[in-house]
Nanobody, 123 residues
Framework: QVQLVESGGGLVQAGGSLRLSCAAS????????MGWFRQAPGKEREFVAA????????YYADSVKGRFTISRDNAKNTLYLQMNRLKPEDTAVYYC????????????????WGQGTQVTVSS
C-alpha cells in the first residue's frame, strides 16, 4: 500500500505556472503507474495525465496537452505536474493517484489517492 500527499497548489493568474508535487510513502513508488486527476466545482473528477512506472511513457488529456508535463523521480518517491499557460478553466482540486496496473486514464483503475490540492486560476 502507498500513501500519497499532494502539495504546490495555490492561486495564480491566467497565463502563469504552477508545479504540483505528490510525495509517496509506504511502498516501492516505482511499482506504481501514477496519474493526476482534477475535480472542478460542480463537475465530476476527470483525468489529467498519467506516467508509467519508470517514466518512459506519458499520456495527457487533450485539454492539457502541450501545457502540462507529468514527471516522476523514483529516487525521491515523488510525482510532479508542471502546469504552464494556466487558464481559468484549469481551476480545480488536483489529486494524484497510483495503481499497480498498466498506464490508464480510467479513474476506477486507480487504488490509491491523495487528499488533493487546490489550484485556482484567476482571469
Amino acid at each position: 500500500q502507498v500513501q500519497l500527499v499532494e502539495s504546490g497548489g495555490g492561486l495564480v493568474q491566467a497565463g502563469g505556472s504552477l508545479r504540483l508535487s505528490c510525495a509517496a510513502s509506504g511502498h516501492t513508488f516505482s511499482s506504481y503507474t501514477m496519474g493526476w486527476f482534477r475535480q472542478a466545482p460542480g463537475k465530476e473528477r476527470e483525468f489529467v495525465a498519467a506516467i508509467t512506472r519508470i517514466g518512459a511513457g506519458t499520456y495527457y488529456a487533450d485539454s492539457v496537452k502541450g501545457r502540462f508535463t507529468i514527471s516522476r523521480d523514483n529516487a525521491k518517491n515523488t510525482l510532479y505536474l508542471q502546469m504552464n499557460r494556466l487558464k481559468p478553466e484549469d481551476t480545480a482540486v488536483y489529486y494524484c493517484a497510483g495503481t499497480d496496473k498498466p498506464i490508464t486514464t480510467s479513474e476506477n483503475q486507480y487504488d490509491y489517492w491523495g487528499q488533493g490540492t487546490q489550484v485556482t486560476v484567476s482571469s
